[in-house]
């Protein structure tokens, strides 16, 4: 019994050990820096304009973003800023920022809906890997899909997506950021 209590303890050990360096979220729009959290009434306001002009995209886009960095200090707004998103990218398909913020609020709604988690790092991976079709040299779609993959267990799909963001500009900050990370679970 003792045997087996010590063989569990040594195995919490190591699993802590593993995960404690897994960044949790990173967002390369915010870059790991919690913006203060927009107004109510700024919300209020976008979504007016929005809704007296659907096609409006730099509003729709505003909004989003807006929702998202909000949904930073209160996991509620991530369906809205999933929504605002998805209006958005109805009107602006191509936009690598847009399509990876979006993968970005799916793969934080993973993290706080436990039960749906898998799904919807799936969905933050169909995003992502979206904005590299359109633009195969977008390296914080390549890193961000190394974070959700880690995130996700699928470590050997994480350091491909790390060694892609690096590849694409290694003296960058997320360059740097995917080489520590490669570093600390990489396969090799």
């Not at 659907?54 to 509620?76: E, Y």
């Not at 979206?130 to 993959?149: C, D, E, F, K, M």
């Not at 060694?163 to 950021?177: D, F, H, T």
Request: charged letters at 20%; aromatic letters at 6%.
């Amino acid at each position: 019994m003792a045997g087996i209590a010590i063989v569990a303890l040594i195995a919490f050990f190591v699993y802590t050990e593993l995960i404690k360096d897994i960044p949790k979220g990173e967002a390369h729009v915010h870059d790991n820096v919690t913006p203060p959290a927009v107004s109510v009434q700024e919300i209020e306001r976008l979504q007016a304009i929005v809704a007296s002009n659907p096609s409006d995209a730099p509003s729709l886009l505003r909004l989003a973003n807006v929702l998202h960095d909000n949904a930073l200090h209160d996991s509620r707004f991530l369906l809205r800023a999933i929504e605002s998103y998805q209006k958005y990218l109805a009107l602006q398909p191509t936009n690598p920022d847009a399509r990876v913020d979006l993968g970005i609020c799916y793969f934080e709604l993973g993290r706080v809906d436990s039960t749906n988690s898998a799904k919807l790092f799936d969905k933050a991976i169909q995003e992502m890997e979206s904005a590299l079709r359109s633009s195969p040299t977008h390296q914080p779609a390549a890193y961000n899909l190394g974070i959700v993959n880690l995130n996700a267990g699928n470590l050997e799909q994480s350091n491909k997506w790390m060694k892609k963001a690096m590849e694409l500009n290694p003296q960058s900050e997320l360059g740097q950021r995917a080489q520590r990370i490669l570093e600390q679970h990489s396969l090799q």
